[in-house]
C-alpha cells in the first residue's frame, strides 16, 4: 500500500490549506484514514482520524481543520483553516487495514508571514 500526499506549502497566518492523500496498492479502501503531523524538536501527533464512522481531532484543530473522507477513491482530505505557527509541522497521512498501519512521506506545511 502506498499512500500519496499533497498540497502542503507556505500559507500565511490566518489562512487556509487543503491537504490530500490517496491509497493506492489494495482494492480496498483502508479501516482507518487520517492526518498526524510533527513539528520540529516533536513527536508525532494526531491531527484528525477517521475510524470506522467515528471522527477524532486534536483539542487544538477543532473548529478550525475539517477531515473528509472519499471511499471510492480511497482518498482522505483535511482542510485547515484560521492557520497559525503552532500549525507549522510536516503532515503525514495514515491508514490502517486490519493490523497494518501506512504511512505517506509528509507533505511540509508552514505558517508564517
Known amino acids: 500500500v502506498q499512500l500519496v500526499e499533497s498540497g502542503g506549502g507556505l500559507v500565511h497566518p490566518g489562512g487556509s490549506l487543503k491537504l490530500s492523500c490517496a491509497a493506492s496498492?489494495?482494492?480496498?479502501?483502508?479501516?482507518?484514514m487520517g492526518w498526524y503531523r510533527q513539528g520540529l524538536g516533536t513527536e508525532r501527533e494526531l491531527v484528525a482520524r477517521?475510524?470506522?464512522?467515528?471522527?477524532m481531532y486534536a483539542d487544538s484543530v477543532k473548529g478550525r481543520f475539517t477531515i473528509s473522507r472519499d471511499y471510492a477513491k480511497k482518498a482522505v482530505y483535511l482542510q485547515m483553516t484560521s492557520l497559525n505557527s503552532n500549525d507549522t509541522a510536516v503532515y503525514y497521512c495514515?491508514?490502517?487495514?486490519?493490523?497494518?498501519?501506512?504511512w505517506g512521506q509528509g507533505t511540509q506545511v508552514t505558517v508564517s508571514s
Open positions: 477517521f475510524a470506522g464512522a467515528i471522527i
Open positions: 496498492g489494495s482494492a480496498f479502501s483502508p479501516d482507518a
Open positions: 495514515n491508514a490502517q487495514y486490519g493490523p497494518s498501519k501506512y
